[in-house]
Each structure stands twice: as C-alpha cells, then as structure tokens.
C-alpha cells in the first residue's frame, strides 16, 4: 500500500485501536464496535465488483487499441481505482475507466487531481452530456489522431 491508501489504513487501525480500547476499559460501545467492524467489512466489499469492472474496462481498452503504457506513480492509479469504485451506475464506471486509461497510457493529457473531484461530483446524464458536447468539438485530423489525444470521459 501506499499514499492515500496507507493514511486510511493508519485511521481505520487508530479508530479501531481507539475504539477497542475504550470499549474494554469502560464496557460501553460494544454495540457501536461491531456495528463499526460490519460497515467497515461492508463497505470495502460492496466496493469490490466496481473496482473490478473498472480496472478490467480499462485494460480491455488498452489491449483492444494496442496503447502504449506510461510511467505512472502509483498513488494516481490508486486514487482512481479507489473513488471510481464508488460509482455503482454502469456508464460511470466506464467514465472512470477511461480517466484510467488517460492516466496509464502515453500520448495522453495528463490526468490532474481535479479531474477526479470534478467526475466524482457528476451524475451520469450530465457525463454523458459533457461527453457528446466534447464529441462534437473534436476537430482532430484523422480517427487515429482523435483516438491518441482523448479517450472520452
């Protein structure tokens, strides 16, 4: 783990630690403890068939378009997978899928920190809004060039 992911992890382990803690000294919060242990097992699986149909989106995408792969730090890969898991809606994912591949592959824009806060705000219809409107203003020369410079929203 690393970036992003170990500060959650340092939070979890300290609420816990904290929780657990004062739970066995007082006797109290039992019941808030493994309500805590259920939300936190809860969630983290719920968000697993996301993070899965996203990273698999993407590396079809790349295998399917023989892209060529960047050197990437891996807490913006991290970042992406794990707030593109949060989407539930099937066109988001495959939003966050794309971000993904812009940010993984060369002869891309780079994929800057706000693009991920801006598409975790979007609803899917105003993501598919912004994406034809972004269609329609593409003037590139040729398809191969359109393909190299923007993988849609």
Not at 16 to 21: F, G, S, V
Not at 40 to 52: G, T
Not at 124 to 139: C, G, M, Q, S, Y
Request: aromatic share 8%; net charge negative.
């Amino acid at each position: 783990m690393c970036g992003v992911t170990d500060e959650i992890e340092v939070y979890r382990a300290s609420a816990e630690a904290a929780l657990n803690t004062f739970s066995e000294q007082t006797g109290l919060l039992g019941p808030v403890k493994q309500r805590f242990d259920y939300l936190k097992q809860r969630i983290y699986y719920r968000q697993l068939p996301n993070l899965a149909r996203e990273a698999t989106l993407a590396a079809q995408k790349i295998r399917t378009l023989n892209l060529p792969l960047a050197s990437v730090e891996d807490p913006i890969v991290l970042r992406i997978l794990e707030e593109g898991s949060w989407a539930d809606d099937e066109d988001m994912q495959v939003v966050w899928a794309n971000l993904l591949v812009n940010a993984i592959t060369e002869g891309t824009p780079d994929v800057h920190a706000a693009f991920r806060v801006v598409l975790d705000q979007l609803e899917p219809v105003e993501a598919r809004t912004l994406n034809h409107l972004a269609d329609k203003a593409n003037f590139a020369a040729s398809p191969e060039d359109q393909r190299s410079r923007r993988y849609s929203l």
